[in-house]
Each structure stands twice: as structure tokens, then as C-alpha cells.
């Protein structure tokens, strides 16, 4: 049987294996000796370390071996309490097992034994340290350094821990002065740097100091290239300045070694990989290539964490779900969000769905998809996000009784117009004009803001005319076309060509043809899709009027009108209406009823309320002809509000004729009053035209044909 001091042999020599084989026999043998259970469960303990285990067998072995050692130790301690080692080993062992409450009893005990064991110092303070909960943890802990600190020769990591721990408390100026003690006193010690770095860092990127953090960092690396925590802090110093690219350089550098931050250096990576894509705006990505390769590594982290490590993945499905959508796949990317609802049903994945829905949409169901997630958010919940797509998705959807509505609700929360709310602004105003909203006062006070702003000027001062113009008192017609002249002054073609028709017309200013026909030309010019600049200069060759007149040119114009819109698929439809007018009429081409009935009616069926009023008119001049196919219920049904066509002439009369003949007396009494008043705002041209039709109208047809 070997003795004890054999055994020690085989230690010397690292035998640990031989030994422990030993020290079972002796222990058969000797079932009493407190020193051999000691050394068995020491160099077992000792062995353990050393030895690389499977971690599918972790669980099973591995406990089995830690429980021999406890084993072996409190054995020892029975049969001798007086072994202080033994209570050195219980506080090893639970430290390793991370059995805090055990760790810190037997570093008391074992101190208590022994008060030369500075070492339970370091442990129960370290103890405090690593799994302080509260502010009393972390003064408990700096209570045993300190201790420490006193009696031990070697005491740079008592100093730097306590460092730590006025960190943790957010006692930087005692945290600091460690730091910098620690700096002078052993320059050659990483983790002083590290200390320092991470103090000037803690206040955040806005701190003055923030920029200096970096230097401390680099330092500690430079003199321990393995400084885990540096490279780490390192690391998110980068990525907060938004330089994703040195952030990922530090992470990777960590995923090269096992250590405590590789699973927070993988998702620091793929979060770094993320942002750096998202937030491109193509400062970061001067070679597609380099940026396909990235979307291609993050995209195999982001199914590593979430389908093989099994973490929590709301957070990385979102950062995919973002993905897919920059890649421009969207349906992944909605699929994607609609997983995280599965997991945790919140308003800002309902919005986030509802944004994609909106901002990539095709067709009006998409819109309405929008619509329907944001209304499973609570009204208490809404913020300016939400009513943004709410408002403009209805407002793509026609639905501006309620984007008004939804404009309504928002302006109570807003003190101060900035770009977005210019462009709210703007939808509001013509929102309430397409309700037939009478309350200009409103809706030019929210366009004149709107000049404010860095929206296109052109257009608020167009929209401004068209609303002093058409809808407001006489009185308002000079200021209406100031702002026209501004419109024009900025190229506008479409101001363009309302000014020309005014003077064409000579509705609201003096009539001027000839200068009409040459803006209508300018406003082509400028605009060659606008085909309603053509339907003017068309009818300068058709009567004659500020040009030659020309039947064939006229219709010519016309036509080429049609085939524009058809081109870029116009909402306008007053060519339309034109063409249609030619074929009845044998205006420049043979006289074909049938066609000029199969473009009205046609043209009127698909665009509704949104008929131009040529088309309305004449649908229901061919209705109120008895012409078949056309029917004064949906004559009526093509006219927006009534008192939006106030001031139009040819409408009212043509809108009595209807009421009269469907048996409406109170309307047609309502359209004698309007008569009047519209009489006195008719310009001379049109006057001459009309003027044969206001008594007697059975046979008025609604387009003007002649000129004087």
C-alpha cells in the first residue's frame, strides 16, 4: 500500500489519475484518514479541470464527478474539521458549480479558520461582484477588497474588481481615481486601461469623454491582445458611433475564441450586420457585391440564432423580417412580422405590418390590408406613425370623409408643422374639397401653411387658385389668379393651362384667345402627357377662336388628347368627351352616333364620379334623349356634389332639365336658384351660347359648337 508521501509523488509528476487510483486503496484501506478523502477529492477536482468532456454527456458525467468530490471533502472536514483546505476546496467547487450561497459560506468559514486566507477574501468579495443584485452587494463587496487590499502584497486585482464595483455603483470619481492609480502604479496592466475605458464610456455617446473611451481600449488590446472585455467594450464603442464595420471587425474577433461574450459577440454581429444594410443610404456599399455578401452571412446568423440556438427570437426575426423588406422581398417580409405576432401580440408589429402593406402596396387591397391591422391597435395606443398611414392609405382608397377625419384627430396632438405635417396638411385640404367641404376659410389657411414648407410651391399656389377661382366669392378672383401667376412663374403646366382656359373662356377674366391658344401650347410643352392642354387648343380650331378654324385639326387634337390619356392611363377624361362630341356632331370626322355612344358610356361606367364633365353631360344629353344604354338615375350619379358645379352653367341647366323630367320639383327649384346666380358669373362666350337655351332648353346640348 503507498503512504500519502507516495502518492504526493505521483502529483509531482502530474499523475493525477495514478494517484487518485492510490488514494482509493488507501482509503479501502484506511476508511478514517480525513487527509487521503482531502487529496482524493483536491486532485480530482484538479483532474476535472483539466479534461474536455462531450457536451451531450455533460450533464450525467460530469455531475457525477462533482458530487465524488463533494463528497470526498465534506468527508474530510467530518473526520477532521480542523482541515482548512477542505473548506478551501467546498469554496472552489461551488464556485464552479455557481452554487453562490455554498461558495460564500465556505470562503467565511475557511476565513474564520484562518484569517491569513486572503484568498476567501477575493472570493467573497469577487462573489459580491459577479452576482451583486443590488447596491448593498456591491459595498459589501468593496468592503472585503478593501480588506484584501490591506493585507495583500499582490493586490492589482483586488484593485481593478473594486474599480468595478464604483462602476457598477456609478461612483466614477472614485472609479476613475482607482483606475488611474492602477494606470501609474503597473502601466503594464491591460485591465487598468480597460477600467478607464469603460468609466469614460459609461455616460453614453453624448458624454464629452465618450471619444476618449476608445484609446483605453485600444491601449489594454495592445498589451493583452486576449482582453476579452476590451475587445468586447471595444466593440460596442464602435457600434454606437455607427462604425459597423469595426464593430464587426472586434466581434469576430471574439467568435474566434471560447469565452464568456461569444453568444453577445454573434448577436452584436448580426445586429451590427443589420443596421449596417438598413442604414446603408449607399455611403457604406460602394460594390453591390460586398453587399450581397453581407446580406448573405446575416441572413445565416439570423437562422443559426433563431433555429439552432433557440434563443429568445422576437428580436432576431424582426431584424429578418427588416431584411426581406430592404431585399424587396415583401411577402417574406410580412410573413416574417406575422410569426412575431405569435409571439407577442403588440402594436407596433401590427403597425409595422400595416407600414409594409402601405409603403409597398400594388393594389387597393393592399391598402385596405394596411387599414385592417392598424384597426387591432387601441386608439389609446395610436402615435403619429400610425395616423400617417391610416391618412394616406385612405387617402389612396378615395376614403377622404375619414382621411379628413383621421387629419382632424392628429392636428390635436401636434404644436409645431414640420415637412410630414406640411404634406398632412396638403391631404387635408383637398380631402375637404372632395367632401364638398364649404368651409374654405379652412382649407386655405392649411395650404397657405403649407407654403412654409419645402413641398412643391407650384402646386399649393395652383390649389390656392382653384379654390379662390371656383369656390369662393367674386371678390376673390383677383387674388385667385395672382396666385395662378405665381404657379405659372414657377413652370407649372397645369397652371398653365387653367390660365388658358380662362382666357379662352372668359369665364373669370377678360376673354383673350389668341394668348390662350399659346399658353395651352406652352403648358404641352412643357408637360407633353397633358393632354388637356390639347382639348383647348383643339377648340380654338373648332370655333375658330384665337386661331383659324379647322374641324379637322380640331378633332385631330382631340384624338391625339384620347390617345395620350389611354398612354398614361389618365384619370382625366374631358378628351374623351371631346372625341365623343366629334363623332356625334361630324366634327372633322365622319358623323358616327354609335361610336360617340360607346365612348360615353364606356368612359362613364369606369370613371364614375370621376367622369370629366363632358362625359357627364353628354351621358346625360344621350338620357335625357331617350337614347338607349343611358339612364337619368346614373346621369345623375356621374356629378359630384351639386354645389361644387355652382357656378357652371351648362351643369345646372343641364341638372334641371333631369329633376324635371324624373318628377323632382324641389330640385328643379334648388337649380332655379343656383341659375341665377350662375348667370351673373358666366363669361361672355359662354353666355352667347347659352343664352338661346335658358327658357326653352329641350333641345340644349351641353358643349359649346359655335363662336360669334
Not at 461569444?262 to 438598413?278: F, P, Y
Not at 391631404?427 to 414648407?453: F, K, V
Not at 346666380?677 to 362666350?685: F, R, S
Not at 338661346?692 to 346640348?701: A, L, M, T, V
Amino acid at each position: 500500500m503507498s503512504s500519502l508521501d507516495d502518492i504526493s509523488k505521483y502529483i509531482d509528476d502530474g499523475d493525477y489519475k495514478k494517484a487518485i487510483e492510490e488514494l482509493d486503496i488507501l482509503i479501502s484501506k484506511e476508511p478514517d484518514n480525513a487527509k487521503a478523502f482531502y487529496m482524493r477529492g483536491k486532485y480530482s477536482f484538479i483532474e476535472l479541470q483539466q479534461e474536455e468532456f462531450d457536451n451531450s454527456k455533460y450533464d450525467a458525467r460530469r455531475a457525477l464527478i462533482y458530487s465524488s468530490i463533494e463528497y470526498d471533502l465534506n468527508k474530510s472536514i467530518d473526520i477532521d474539521p480542523n482541515i482548512a483546505d477542505a473548506y478551501r476546496g467546498l469554496m472552489y467547487l461551488n464556485r464552479d458549480l455557481k452554487n453562490i450561497d455554498k461558495e460564500r459560506e465556505y470562503a467565511q468559514i475557511l476565513f474564520d479558520k484562518d484569517n491569513t486566507a486572503y484568498d476567501a477574501l477575493l472570493i467573497l468579495a469577487s462573489s459580491y461582484l459577479n452576482n451583486g443584485e443590488n447596491e448593498a452587494d456591491f459595498h459589501q463587496a468593496i468592503g472585503y477588497y478593501d480588506d484584501f487590499i490591506k493585507n495583500a502584497e499582490d493586490n492589482r486585482i483586488a484593485r481593478f474588481e473594486r474599480g468595478l464595483c464604483y462602476y457598477n455603483l456609478n461612483i466614477l470619481p472614485k472609479a476613475d481615481i482607482e483606475a488611474n492609480k492602477l494606470i501609474y502604479d503597473f502601466p503594464f496592466y491591460d485591465d487598468a486601461y480597460f477600467l478607464k475605458g469603460i468609466i469614460l464610456a459609461k455616460n453614453g455617446i453624448k458624454s464629452e469623454f465618450y471619444d476618449d473611451a476608445v484609446f483605453f481600449f485600444d491601449r489594454a488590446i495592445e498589451l493583452n491582445s486576449l482582453n476579452f472585455n476590451a475587445i468586447y467594450e471595444r466593440g460596442e464603442w464602435y457600434f454606437n458611433k455607427g462604425n459597423y464595420r469595426k464593430a464587426i471587425e472586434n466581434y469576430n474577433e471574439l467568435l474566434k475564441y471560447n469565452n464568456k461574450y461569444r453568444l453577445n459577440a454573434l448577436l452584436g454581429k448580426i445586429q451590427a450586420l443589420h443596421d449596417l444594410i438598413i442604414e446603408n443610404e449607399d455611403k457604406f456599399y460602394p460594390d453591390s457585391q460586398e453587399e450581397g455578401k453581407d446580406l448573405k452571412e446575416v441572413f445565416y446568423l439570423l437562422d443559426k440564432v433563431i433555429n439552432v440556438l433557440g434563443i429568445n427570437s422576437m428580436q432576431y426575426r424582426y431584424y429578418r423580417a427588416n431584411l426581406y423588406a430592404y431585399q424587396g422581398e415583401i411577402k417574406k417580409a410580412i410573413a416574417e412580422f406575422k410569426k412575431i405576432l405569435n409571439e407577442n401580440d403588440e402594436a407596433w408589429i401590427y403597425e409595422k405590418i400595416a407600414e409594409l402593406y402601405h409603403n409597398y402596396a400594388q393594389s387597393d387591397d393592399d391598402y385596405r390590408e394596411a387599414l385592417k391591422y392598424l384597426y387591432h391597435i387601441d386608439k389609446s395606443e395610436y402615435k403619429y406613425s400610425t395616423y400617417y398611414i391610416m391618412i394616406f392609405s385612405n387617402y389612396e382608397l378615395k376614403n377622404y370623409e375619414k382621411t379628413a377625419e383621421l387629419c382632424e384627430e392628429l392636428f390635436q396632438y401636434i404644436y409645431e408643422d414640420d415637412e410630414e405635417v406640411y404634406y398632412i396638411r396638403f391631404i387635408y385640404a383637398h380631402s375637404l374639397q372632395m367632401i364638398g367641404s364649404n368651409d374654405y376659410e379652412l382649407i386655405l389657411n392649411n395650404l397657405q401653411r403649407c407654403l412654409n414648407s419645402k413641398l412643391d410651391k407650384a402646386t399649393i399656389y395652383r390649389s390656392i387658385a382653384k379654390i379662390m377661382l371656383y369656390n369662393m366669392p367674386n371678390k376673390y378672383n383677383n387674388d385667385g389668379i395672382d396666385m395662378l401667376k405665381k404657379a405659372i412663374g414657377l413652370n407649372d403646366a397645369l397652371s398653365y393651362f387653367m390660365y388658358a382656359k380662362e382666357l379662352f373662356y372668359g369665364d373669370i377674366i377678360i376673354p383673350y384667345p389668341e394668348l390662350a391658344i399659346s399658353m395651352a401650347d406652352m403648358s404641352f410643352n412643357i408637360d407633353n402627357t397633358l393632354e388637356c392642354s390639347l382639348t383647348i387648343i383643339g377648340k380654338g380650331y373648332e370655333l375658330g377662336r384665337g386661331i383659324e378654324k379647322n374641324p379637322n385639326k380640331a378633332f385631330e387634337m382631340y384624338y391625339k388628347a384620347c390617345e395620350l390619356s389611354d398612354i398614361n392611363n389618365s384619370k382625366c377624361s374631358c378628351a374623351k368627351g371631346l372625341t365623343a362630341h366629334c363623332y356625334y356632331k361630324g366634327i372633322g370626322v365622319e358623323k358616327n352616333e354609335h361610336i360617340a355612344f360607346d365612348i360615353v358610356n364606356k368612359t362613364a361606367m369606369s370613371k364614375g364620379k370621376d367622369s370629366h364633365d363632358h362625359i357627364a353631360l353628354l351621358y346625360s344629353y344621350f338620357a335625357l334623349n331617350n337614347i338607349k344604354g343611358f339612364d337619368l338615375v346614373t346621369a345623375l350619379s356621374l356629378f359630384d356634389t351639386i354645389e361644387s358645379h355652382a357656378n357652371n352653367l351648362y351643369i345646372i341647366m343641364t341638372l334641371k332639365r333631369i329633376y324635371k323630367k324624373l318628377g323632382r320639383k324641389l330640385d328643379v327649384k334648388r337649380m332655379e336658384k343656383m341659375e341665377k346666380n350662375a348667370i351673373m358669373v358666366t363669361g361672355e362666350l359662354n353666355m352667347s351660347y347659352l343664352r338661346k337655351y335658358i327658357k326653352k332648353f329641350n333641345d340644349f346640348y351641353p358643349i359649346l359648337t359655335f363662336t360669334l
